[in-house]
Each structure stands twice: as structure tokens, then as C-alpha cells.
């Protein structure tokens, strides 16, 4: 099984950008050293049960102190890009200023990767807010926005001339609905009301970044990076028809329509006004709905929902028979390219870039080999749902494989493997997995047709 796409698409155009993520939490470890501040995520792994197996982010993949041969490895793939997070803890000390040892690991991990080539698309919040301001109210606390815009000003200040792309947030629906109302993310608080306003306040925050950004970082890309799923109802009952429709609003257009409408869904005004945040100040919708260059979208799957009169909808499994990843996720590319379609239909979106796309599987290294043939798979199908919604209309301009390597899966610990490399976490061995030379065998015949197709066109201007 290899990776191939339509020999017409523009997939293998140059204007395509390809690359691997990261997160600075799941990756860096050295959660101690040269100042660095407690996250939210340090607080949350040292409480009991919190995390699968007690797991914690102390040493990770310790990128912190082998990031020089993790970009060799970067390399080695082929990739256009590197898709990496600032810890905001390690690169602010608590009187607000710079830590100049945190920013310097970032200065001299930008520079290798201009060396190499490599475009840089830094995200500046992945989830792991200080401690200390979460101590202040966290994202329930509007003060905190501020903070991030300052934060947002200073670090893009050191590094603005190293970084091709910002993106302010990953995921806030992850860092506010997963965080504070069900409980399951850091900071683990469980309230809907929580949940809404941590969300408004991160939307918030995005706004009142992108005017620093843009005037710090005038050459670079601006936007933020959503994740979305598409949903699906359970049966064709009018019930379960609204539930579906319930899951879309909550998960979905509650975080989209507020950047591209300046508003939130209205259908929660009418018949669910305990899911809008309880504090909007006038201003906010303006703030929130600036234009973007770009922007990010996260999709691993899809979901099905029942009617529950409590909650509106009850995630349920598929009734067809399917196939799933390690981590219970549904196989779905054609509710990717539906989902790209349809946002497409609904808003004058700008550039898409897929900044997140992968597939945990139950990776094994045997003699030196890992043969996670599922996952080739599913890159090589979710490539061409791509390729099929480009074909419809939609505008995507890149696509990044989660993750280039293993690494600390949140609430998962290290139970659940995503990297195109495998990473053996007593050693810190790093082996490409078979999905990793899929996609490196993948970009380097693209590479081949680009380097053909310039040759083909000088010997066309030298005859004429």
C-alpha cells in the first residue's frame, strides 16, 4: 500500500505545502529547565487518574534536548513544512517579560529549520496555559485574554523573522469544552456555563492577537486552527434528525460562525441558551470576526447521534459495519470531504489549510520495523478526500500529517500512538514507521515531477 493521488491534481502543485505537526506539551518534556513555568497540563497529570497509567509530560519525547536530530528527521521525510507550539510557560516568566532561555530553544529551532529549508507554522497556544493564571480564573477570566495578547505581542517580537505562519489557537474546542465543562482535559472543571465562556474568552483572545501579530509579523500568515467532525444522525426519526443537527451547532458552528459571522449560532438562542457564553461585551463580535489569512482545520473523524432529551444528542456508534483506529475513531474520508464541502457552501471561508489529519493505530516495532499498514490507509484515503473537495470548489492549500512522531496523547498518556515515527520511550529511539516512508516515498516523487516539469519548461524557453 502506497500513497497516490490523481496524476491531475493540484495536490501536486509546488504552491502545496506538506509537512508534519507537533505540540510543545506532548513533545518538549524538560518541564523544569531554564525557567519554565507550571502549565495547566504539569498540574492536571498529577492528579490521581487524571491521565491513563498516571502518565505525565516530565520527559515526553525529550525534544527539548534532542531537537537537533528531530529536525534531521523532519528532513528526512521530505516535507515542506514543520507545524510546531510555543509553551507559553517556558517563554514568559510571571512578571509577565520574556525568559530569554525559553525563547532562545525556540530561536535556534526556527533557525535549523530555515537552514534546512523547512517553512515554519508556529501555533501559539496548544493548550498548556501557565498555571498561574489559571490560579487567576484561567479562561473563565477575561483578564486572561489580555494576557495572551501580550504574551501573543512579546514572543512574536523574537521570532516574527524566523516564522512563515501564525495561528493563534489549536483547537479551542478542545481547550475549552473538553477542559472546563466535561472535565476530561486540563484544567478538568465540569460545568457547560464553564465551558461556553472559557470558549468566548479563547475566541476573544484570537481577535485581540491578530493586530500585534500582523504588526510584528507583516511577511507571515495570520489564522487559527479549528477542529471539526462531521455529524451524522443516528436514524432518519426527526429526533434523532435534531440531534445530529444539535451536535454540528455545538461542536462545529459555535466556533466558526462568531470568526466568519461575528455571531453566534442562533438556533442556540431559540433552544439551548444555556450553551452561549453568559458574558459578551459590546465590541466582542467585532474583536472575535477580523479577517484571517488562513484557516486551520483539525479532522480525524466522524461521529453518529441519538436523540437525549437532557442533552440534545447521545454519541452513538455507526450501525454499518465500519472500521475504526486504535483509539475507537471511526475510518471516515467521505464525511471529510462532505465537511469540506459543506463549510465551503456555508461561509466565504479563506484559505484552508489542513494543519491536522492522522490515525492512531496499535503500532508494534518488531525487529526494527513498524508496519502500521492502517495507517498508510488512511493517509492515502484522507489525501484524496482532499483531492475530491479541491475538485468541488474549496480552497486548500496544505496539509499536515499528526504527528511526526509518538507522543504524550493528552488524557490518553502514552497508550495511543499517532507518529509517523515511532518512538520507544525508555530510549528515545526514534524509527520511521512504514506510514513515515509512505509519505516520505509519496513527497519525493512529487518532488521529481516538480523538479521534471521545471526542466521540461527551460528547455521549452531556450527553443523559442
Keep these: 500500500m502506497s500513497i497516490q493521488l490523481p496524476e491531475n491534481t493540484k495536490m501536486l502543485a509546488s504552491s502545496f505545502t506538506y509537512g508534519v505537526a507537533t505540540a510543545a506539551f506532548q513533545i518538549e518534556g524538560a518541564n523544569t529547565e531554564d525557567g519554565r513555568l507550571e502549565s495547566i497540563w504539569d498540574r492536571f497529570c498529577n492528579q490521581p487518574n487524571a491521565v491513563k497509567n498516571n502518565d505525565d509530560g516530565r520527559i515526553a519525547c525529550d525534544h527539548y534536548h534532542l531537537w537537533e536530530d528531530d529536525i534531521k528527521l523532519i528532513q528526512s521525510l521530505g516535507v515542506d513544512a514543520y507545524r510546531l507550539s510555543i509553551a507559553w510557560p517556558r517563554v514568559i516568566q510571571l512578571d509577565g517579560q520574556l525568559n530569554p532561555l525559553g525563547v532562545r530553544f525556540y530561536q535556534e529551532v526556527l533557525k535549523a529549520l530555515k537552514k534546512a529549508n523547512i517553512k515554519t507554522f508556529v501555533t501559539l497556544y496548544h493548550w498548556d496555559l501557565p498555571q498561574y493564571l489559571e490560579d487567576q480564573g484561567g479562561w473563565l477570566n477575561r483578564d486572561t485574554c489580555y494576557k495572551f495578547r501580550d504574551y501573543a505581542n512579546l514572543i512574536s517580537q523574537a521570532l516574527n523573522q524566523y516564522v512563515d505562519s501564525w495561528a493563534t489557537f489549536n483547537e479551542p474546542f478542545c481547550a475549552a469544552i473538553l477542559g472546563y465543562e466535561f472535565g476530561i482535559h486540563a484544567p ?90 453568559a458574558m459578551v461585551l459590546e465590541g466582542d463580535m467585532d474583536i472575535i470576526s477580523q479577517p484571517i489569512d488562513f484557516l486551520g482545520l483539525n479532522y480525524y473523524t466522524c461521529n453518529h447521534n441519538a436523540f437525549d432529551a437532557e442533552h440534545f444528542f447521545l454519541n452513538v456508534k455507526n450501525s454499518n459495519e465500519v472500521e475504526y483506529t486504535d483509539i475507537g475513531w471511526e475510518v471516515a474520508p467521505h464525511a471529510f470531504k462532505e465537511l469540506l464541502i459543506n463549510l465551503h457552501q456555508q461561509y466565504e471561508l479563506p484559505p484552508i489549510i489542513i494543519t491536522e489529519n492522522g490515525a492512531a493505530c496499535a503500532d508494534t516495532l518488531i525487529n526494527g520495523e513498524v508496519n502500521d499498514e492502517q495507517r498508510v490507509r488512511y493517509l492515502n484515503a484522507h489525501l484524496n478526500a482532499i483531492h475530491n473537495a479541491i475538485e468541488a470548489g474549496v480552497n486548500i492549500q496544505g496539509y499536515f500529517a499528526w504527528s511526526l512522531m509518538d507522543n504524550f496523547e493528552w488524557a490518553e498518556g502514552y497508550s495511543k500512538r499517532f507518529g509517523l515515527v515511532h518512538v520507544d520511550y525508555q530510549t528515545q529511539k526514534r524509527t520511521i514507521k512504514r506510514s513515515g516512508k509512505a509519505y516520505q516515498a509519496f513527497l519525493k516523487a512529487r518532488n521529481e515531477c516538480l523538479f521534471k516539469t521545471v526542466l521540461e519548461a527551460q528547455k521549452t524557453i531556450k527553443t523559442t
Excluded: C, W
Design 188 to 277: 478538568g472543571l465540569s460545568d457547560p456555563k464553564y465551558g461556553r465562556q472559557a470558549a468566548h474568552h479563547i475566541l476573544l483572545a484570537h481577535g485581540l492577537a491578530l493586530p500585534v501579530l500582523r504588526k510584528n509579523a507583516p511577511s507571515a500568515q495570520v489564522g487559527i486552527v479549528l477542529n471539526m467532525n462531521r455529524s451524522y444522525a443516528a436514524s432518519e426519526s426527526s429526533e434523532d434528525q435534531f440531534a445530529g443537527l444539535m451536535r454540528e451547532t455545538l461542536d462545529n458552528q459555535f466556533f466558526i460562525e462568531p470568526l466568519m459571522k461575528g455571531q453566534y449560532p442562533n438556533i442556540l438562542q431559540i433552544v439551548a441558551p444555556h450553551y452561549l457564553p
